[in-house]
């Protein structure tokens, strides 16, 4: 089944303590993006990236990191969590030439405290 | 930045009843999406329609695109409770495939709750 997947779905961690969270495609996507979604804003994009080694900045990168060493995998760094954080955070993927549309993981729901 | 802004902010409805939400933006697109999302989970594509064309359908579903206005409205007929859900637009500016910045440009939805 094509889908995206993220670990964990809930978290609760405190603030300062580095956390990651992981995104996995298995539909050969080039394209990966990692949102937030917060109420009354909507989703603003974090991260994206173009292919393996090709990332760039969204609209609201502070505080984050990631990397995508591997086609399948874009996960998201948090080095030092802040209460602004706490968010529900999506990723998505697409393919580069095939559609447009992008399809989203589940969901994974942050609480820094 | 937030491109898409869709109104209304919550639309309830009887089941059966069409359900008409109405998308704005402001700069040039490539191509507008819509999604659904059901409380707290991920997003689902719905529908894409281009920016040469003007209205497109699938489904129960009926998109609209006025790109002079830059507007669009996508149109649920005959409701099931099951819409309910929160749906948003999402504009793509990109003038060609493959390259140059990535990502959708989302509004903030409209939250639509049908009654049985």
């Known amino acids: 089944e094509a889908q995206v997947t993220q670990n964990p779905r809930y978290l609760i961690t405190v603030t300062g303590k580095k956390l990651t969270v992981t995104c996995s495609q298995n539909m050969n996507h080039e394209y990966m993006s990692w949102y937030r979604q917060d109420p009354g804003l909507g989703l603003r994009q974090i991260y994206y990236?173009?292919?393996?080694?090709?990332?760039d900045k969204g609209d609201v990168p502070e505080g984050y990191k990631v990397s995508r060493k591997e086609k399948r995998n874009f996960p998201l760094i948090l080095e030092s969590p802040s209460p602004n954080q706490t968010s529900l955070y999506f990723c998505?993927?697409?393919?580069?030439?095939?559609?447009?549309?992008?399809?989203f993981g589940p969901g994974t729901r942050l609480t820094v405290t | 930045s937030q491109q898409g802004e869709e109104d209304p902010q919550a639309l309830s409805i009887q089941e059966g009843e069409n359900a008409t939400m109405n998308c704005s933006y402001k700069t040039s697109i490539n191509n507008l999406q819509w999604y659904r999302q059901n409380s707290g989970r991920g997003l689902v594509h719905l529908i894409l329609?281009?920016?040469?064309?003007r209205e497109k359908h699938s489904g129960r579903l009926r998109v609209t695109l006025d790109t002079s206005k830059k507007s669009s409205s996508l149109l649920i007929t005959a409701s099931r409770a099951a819409d309910t859900a929160s749906y948003f637009c999402?504009?793509?500016?990109?003038?060609?495939?493959?390259?140059?910045?990535?990502?959708?440009?989302f509004g903030k939805g409209t939250h639509l709750i049908i009654q049985p």
């Open positions: 998505a993927s697409r393919s580069g030439t095939v559609s447009y549309e992008q399809y």
């Open positions: 999402a504009t793509d500016p990109r003038l060609y495939s493959g390259g140059g910045a990535d990502g959708l440009t």
């Open positions: 990236s173009m292919n393996v080694e090709v990332t």
């Open positions: 329609i281009r920016s040469n064309e």
